[in-house]
């Protein structure tokens, strides 16, 4: 079992939709968990950061955590085309080291 | 500097050529991470440093791989007798601790060609 997993995607929405990426670990133990955003070409880039279960928001930006169940979400709301990207999950394992999963692409179509 | 800064930023060698690859991190940023992305994939963590010293070496794929940091600041990252499936972009990222531990500040990474 990965340590982070991720759907690959393609997840297509229309722009103005909901878009929801999800991501599960296998470490009962992580206890920092961040989400990555890289354009194609580029370098990822600190989205959001969540510690603690329940909700953080951030503007459009909801992350999610549910540590009983091991899984970690982020939502995007009224999606924009500028949001195509591939969205990488990342979790603590300890020690500061920060396992990425292999990352979701998002496409926003006008 | 401003950002994390690697270089080359692109290098093109010949199979069983030694390549090193530079990362110089954001000032005051104690913690220093390789990772490889190949073509279409996630991630994978090569190395994690905290100040001079590597907690965490696991990553690193084979013996010919090796990395050290000088200083607590400046990293290189050496492969030796390089192979075709080196070939990949490889980031450097370095972060502070306490609050800002596991925020990840990348470079813009240097891409490697082994032909």
């Known amino acids: 079992q990965k340590e982070v997993e991720q759907n690959s995607g393609p997840l297509s929405v229309p722009e103005g939709a909901i878009a929801s990426l999800n991501c599960t670990y296998s470490?009962?133990?992580?206890?920092?968990f961040f989400w990555y955003r890289q354009y194609s070409g580029k370098s990822p880039e600190l989205i959001m950061s969540i510690y603690s279960n329940g909700d953080k928001e951030d503007g459009r930006f909801t992350a999610q955590l549910n540590k009983a169940s091991q899984y970690v979400s982020l939502l995007i709301r009224d999606s924009q085309p500028s949001d195509s990207a591939t969205y990488l999950c990342?979790?603590?394992?300890?020690?500061?080291?920060?396992?990425f999963g292999t990352g979701t692409r998002l496409l926003v179509s006008p | 500097g401003a950002g994390v800064s690697q270089s080359p930023s692109n290098k093109v060698t010949e199979k069983g050529k030694d390549v090193e690859l530079r990362c110089d991190p954001i000032s005051g940023h104690t913690a220093l991470y390789w990772y490889r992305q190949s073509l279409g994939q996630g991630l994978e963590f090569l190395i994690y440093?905290?100040?001079?010293?590597?907690?965490?070496k696991s990553g690193l794929p084979s013996d010919r791989f090796s990395a050290e940091r000088t200083g607590g600041s400046v990293s290189t990252l050496t492969i030796q007798r390089t192979q075709q499936e080196d070939s990949a972009v490889y980031l450097c990222?370095?972060?502070?601790?306490?609050?800002?531990?596991?925020?990840?500040?990348f470079g813009a990474g240097s891409r490697l060609t082994v032909l």
């Open positions: 990222a370095s972060s502070a601790t306490g609050r800002g531990a596991n925020v990840l500040t």
């Open positions: 470490d009962r133990g992580s206890q920092s």
């Open positions: 990342a979790v603590n394992t300890g020690f500061q080291k920060l396992v």
């Open positions: 440093f905290q100040g001079n010293s590597a907690p965490d």
